[in-house]
């Protein structure tokens, strides 16, 4: 795809960052039209069937693929650590 800087600044007037990958690639979605971007990480392949395919796919915090998902608070004291696992596993648990 070919990029164009000049759809960033319509990217920050919709309320995203810069720094997004798609913000040069495509417009954002209006806030009228009650849709946002929202990513998922994947291969090449694997984000043509998406594409192709019109699906979405969900993912349980206890299946995802990065092991520090939800651990993005600073967790040096064991107590703070702790409280952080259970919750994750709480909330595993309580998603279908």
């Known amino acids: 795809m ?25 417009h954002p979605p209006s806030k009228e039209s009650g849709y946002i971007r929202v990513y998922h990480l994947t291969n ?19 299946t995802l693929n990065d092991p520090f998902e939800l651990l993005a608070i600073s967790i040096e004291e064991k107590n703070t650590r702790e409280l952080s ?3 994750k596993k709480d909330l595993a648990r309580k998603t279908v």
């Open 2 to 26: 070919p990029m164009n800087p000049s759809f960033r600044l319509e990217w920050w007037r919709e309320g995203y960052g810069f720094d997004m990958g798609s913000s040069e690639v495509c």
């Open 85 to 87: 696992k259970g919750l």
């Open 44 to 62: 090449g392949k694997a984000a043509q069937a998406i594409i192709r395919d019109r699906r979405f796919k969900l993912s349980k915090f206890s």
